[in-house]
């Protein structure tokens, strides 16, 4: 298995300002991914975080708001840029092996006011 | 998420088997997988099953999937109230694998 830490484990912010979360993995992963889970809601993919290209963006989410990062094998950041009240959710960092087990960090819960 | 569907709540006394149901779309689906959410927890992977086979059993879990009609079970034995949580499954898909859940199904196990 592999252990994901995110930081920050939560927030609030004020509207229009921007908060970036970091994940980290203590194994080399293949893939990365980011997921947005709203209040009470099941968990929605915003992207997959490719190693030293851009990230791929679902439907409905775009680089300028959720701009990603991801340098190494290990490691990658998440953007909430020009945060609104309706960004407040769960983010939670994902990877997965090349044994297909895919594991999550513990998320970042972030209200903005 | 909505193309993967559960039931949102299910209720067993403790001590009795949970059978939480899970239908998905995607017939080119690899790999499905059943996590476990806590309150204001992080998602733990329970377990998964490679397409190709129709059951899968860890301890108090069996998984069952029927792929015909893209049916996935997670069955508990023996309920215990530490398993009141959400459970989701998820069904992985696309390029790059990522997975797509369901709306999660409150499981409460009462006394």
């Known amino acids: 298995s592999a252990v994901i830490s995110q930081k920050p484990s939560r927030d609030i912010c004020q509207r229009g300002t921007s908060l970036t979360i970091q994940c980290q993995v203590d194994?080399?992963?293949?893939?990365m991914f980011w997921y947005r889970q709203q209040p009470g809601q099941s968990l929605t993919l915003i992207a997959t975080a490719n190693q030293g290209s851009e990230a791929t963006y679902e439907s409905g989410f775009v680089i300028d708001k959720f701009p990603i990062s991801r340098p190494n094998l290990t490691f990658s950041t998440l953007t909430v840029s020009n945060m609104s009240p309706e960004d407040s959710s769960i983010y939670l960092c994902?990877?997965?092996?090349?044994?297909?087990?895919?594991?999550f960090g513990p998320g970042t819960r972030l209200t903005v006011l | 998420g909505e193309d993967v569907e559960q039931s949102l709540f299910l209720s067993v006394r403790e001590g009795d088997s949970s059978v939480i149901n899970c239908t998905y779309t995607?017939?080119?689906?690899?790999?499905l997988y059943w996590y476990k959410q806590e309150p204001g927890a992080g998602l733990q992977l329970l377990t998964y099953?490679?397409?190709?086979?129709d059951m899968k059993q860890d301890q108090r879990l069996t998984v069952l999937l029927n792929k015909k009609d893209k049916h996935l079970s997670l069955r508990i034995a023996d309920t215990q109230t530490g398993d009141s949580a959400i459970y989701f499954c998820?069904?992985?898909?696309?390029?790059?694998?990522?997975?797509?859940f369901g709306s999660g199904t409150q499981l409460t196990v009462l006394p």
């Open positions: 995607d017939s080119s689906s690899t790999y």
């Open positions: 994902s990877g997965k092996h090349t044994n297909n087990e895919q594991f």
């Open positions: 194994s080399q992963v293949t893939m």
């Open positions: 998820a069904e992985e898909r696309g390029s790059a694998r990522q997975l797509t």
């Open positions: 099953i490679f397409s190709n086979m």
